[in-house]
């Protein structure tokens, strides 16, 4: 039995679990959108908000606190000056998770931990769809669902280039009456053709 014994230790001694965590925090804060078992998000959760909530004061004593959890400059200085002022008006559940299903080797559930005000970017700067596939779509890879859209185009692609019975059969005639006149043209030019040879001779 479990009495008394707060939060999950995810089989690990502490130096690995923080470490875990650290390295969690850093893929948050940099995507803002991670795939992790639910036991880690969970854990996970708690640890992302407090981070966020020393940000928004932005004193010198909570970035040394947040230094000890996010040891990468580039993204403690993006949690300063990007993530924590979106967040300036809520005092806590800056996160959420949901549950995307059963992992293939393990049969670990999953689960995404995000922003609550993440959007997923579905097209690049230029306007065109980007290549790099989304951490949603590589987590429904996993379970042995189609990207979006994938099999989607192909078929919009292949039903316009089809055509459909109605078309083929209004199209048949034409054809034909095409076929009929260019034989008929043919033989007419070779016989002209012949004659004035013959009235040469």
């Given at each position: 039995m479990r009495h008394r014994v707060h939060g999950r230790k995810l089989g690990r001694t502490t130096a690995h679990r923080k470490a875990l965590f650290r390295n969690q925090l850093i893929a948050l804060f940099t995507h803002e959108r991670i795939v992790t078992t639910v036991a880690k998000a969970k854990e996970l959760r708690p640890v992302a908000e407090r981070m966020v909530t020393l940000a928004a004061s932005g004193s010198l004593p909570a970035r040394r606190r947040v230094a000890t959890m996010v040891p990468d400059k580039a993204v403690a200085k993006r949690l300063f000056d990007e993530i924590a002022p979106?967040?300036?008006?809520?005092?806590?559940?800056?996160?959420?998770?949901?549950?995307?299903?059963?992992?293939?080797?393990?049969?670990?559930?999953?689960?995404?931990?995000?922003?609550?005000?993440?959007?997923?970017?579905?097209?690049?700067?230029?306007?065109?769809?980007?290549?790099?596939?989304?951490?949603?779509?590589r987590a429904r890879g996993m379970f042995g669902a189609k990207k979006n859209g994938e099999k989607a185009g192909?078929?919009?692609?292949?039903?316009?280039?089809?055509?459909?019975p109605l078309e083929e059969e209004a199209a048949a005639p034409e054809a034909e009456a095409q076929a009929e006149a260019a034989a008929d043209e043919q033989p007419a030019g070779q016989s002209e053709e012949s004659g004035e040879a013959e009235k040469n001779d």
């Open positions: 979106r967040f300036a008006g809520r005092s806590g559940g800056y996160t959420r998770i949901v549950r995307v299903g059963p992992r293939r080797g393990d049969g670990a559930t999953l689960a995404v931990i995000e922003f609550v005000d993440y959007v997923p970017h579905t097209k690049g700067e230029s306007g065109q769809e980007s290549s790099k596939t989304s951490l949603m779509d192909e078929t919009a692609e292949a039903a316009e280039t089809a055509a459909t």
